[in-house]
């Protein structure tokens, strides 16, 4: 790790361990504690196997772990912004650290979500990865890999299916209604409603849920291939031809998206890797690779990096990019380079500037130091903090165990 490199991730650390012993106004994964505790914890686990000295010690963790506990009645239900991601940080630490503090309450917070399931009360009205159903699927799936005995992801299906739109000749979509967008650019777009193509919000992020839960085996297996199938066949429609894009931001709005996580052909690119997983369908794989040949091949100005964020920055892009196609290094190399890390304008100057930094794992420097601190050590944490974003065939490469 470069001098620089190693500078900003023990900045970051630093940080987070100053904000980790302050008040919490933010306990969620995308932007509050759970993330950041989750990134201390993988920040320590890389710099204890480079030989550093840990930073955390049990007692300290075992204190924030049960902090984090307490405020669960706090939030709603939700994968990034809610509940399911309290528990999710919460059960990886107790998984890697032993803990033994966690699943007891998971399993009480778990019949509570099986219950609103059923009744259909309680839930959150959105179909999407960040804070809808989605998200949910994805922290049920994870849940039964644990050993968790209650059908979550079955559950979770339904309410998915009940919402999807089918079209008649076998595909499936979910449609963003107008209200659930007014006051967003998207909503200035779409005064109507839209169908939402994101991972973050989209179609991409209910294909890469889905395909996540048949991936693990979760239950509800029958229904899930048939949602994953029908969701494949309207992407395929919704596909642009002949432009430097292949997907926009919605179905209803032509032209292409910027490169990034959360919209755009990469985040795409990544869902249907996961579905090639799935469906052990090397067609699918064919897809991803097109639409990453289509990347490799736009001017970089066209790919619309703003910052360098896990979910739309261009050092995020260039995670997930190593994630999906490891050989396309140079590809990803290019990206990186459009945020420089050293120099009077570089992101370890403007961190050391910045006071009260973003410390987010969505939006700030929690994700930025771990994806450096990844990328240099050529190593990949025990703790599973990524599983979140389905970032491919990364989002498998933990199976996740009961704690002992």
């Given amino acids: 790790m470069s001098p620089a490199q190693l500078r900003l991730v023990e900045t970051v650390r630093g940080h987070l361990r100053r904000a980790l012993d302050q008040d919490w106004r933010d306990a969620t994964y995308a932007r509050g504690a759970a993330g950041q505790l989750l990134a201390l914890a993988a920040l320590d686990e890389l710099a204890v196997a480079r030989g550093a000295p840990p930073s955390l010690d049990a007692g300290w963790l075992a204190e924030r772990l049960a902090r984090l506990l307490s405020q669960l009645p706090r939030y709603p239900h939700g994968l990034f912004q809610g509940v399911q991601g309290l528990l999710f940080a919460a059960l990886e630490l107790d998984r890697v650290h032993a ?70 000749t076998g595909g499936l979509s979910w449609f963003t209604p107008a209200a659930w967008i007014r006051g967003f650019p998207m909503g200035d777009v779409h005064p109507t409603g839209c169908t939402d193509l994101g991972v973050a919000h989209g179609q991409a992020g209910v294909l890469a849920a889905l395909a996540y839960a048949q991936t693990v085996g979760a239950s509800g297996a029958a229904q899930g291939r048939e949602l994953l199938l029908g969701s494949l066949q309207t992407l395929r429609r919704h596909e642009q031809q002949g432009g430097p894009a292949h997907f926009g931001v919605a179905a209803e709005e032509a032209g292409g998206s910027r490169c990034a996580w959360c919209y755009g052909d990469l985040g795409m690119a990544a869902a249907l890797q996961l579905s090639a997983q799935a469906l052990a369908d090397p067609g699918l794989e064919a897809w991803v690779e097109r639409l990453l040949q289509s990347l490799s091949r736009r001017p970089l100005p066209s790919l619309g990096f703003s910052d360098a964020w896990l979910c739309h920055g261009s050092i995020g892009s260039a995670w997930l990019l190593r994630q999906l196609a490891p050989q396309r290094a140079e590809m990803a190399a290019r990206f990186q380079r459009q945020h420089a890390l050293e120099g009077e304008g570089g992101l370890l100057a403007a961190l050391e500037a910045d006071a009260a930094p973003d410390l987010s794992l969505l939006e700030g420097h929690a994700g930025l130091a771990l994806v450096l601190a990844e990328l240099q050590q050529d190593l990949t944490p025990a703790l599973h903090w990524s599983l979140p974003f389905l970032a491919g065939r990364r989002a498998l490469q933990a199976r996740a165990t009961a704690p002992a």
């Fill in 99 to 168: 803990l033994g503090m966690a699943e007891e309450m998971a399993r009480d917070a778990d019949e509570h979500l099986m219950d609103c399931l059923r009744r259909g009360e309680g839930l959150p009205e959105h179909f999407d990865l960040i804070g809808g159903l989605s998200g949910l699927l994805v922290y049920a799936a994870y849940r039964e890999q644990q050993g968790g005995d209650l059908p979550l992801a079955e559950a979770c299906l339904r309410r998915l299916a009940a919402q999807a739109r089918p079209d008649g």
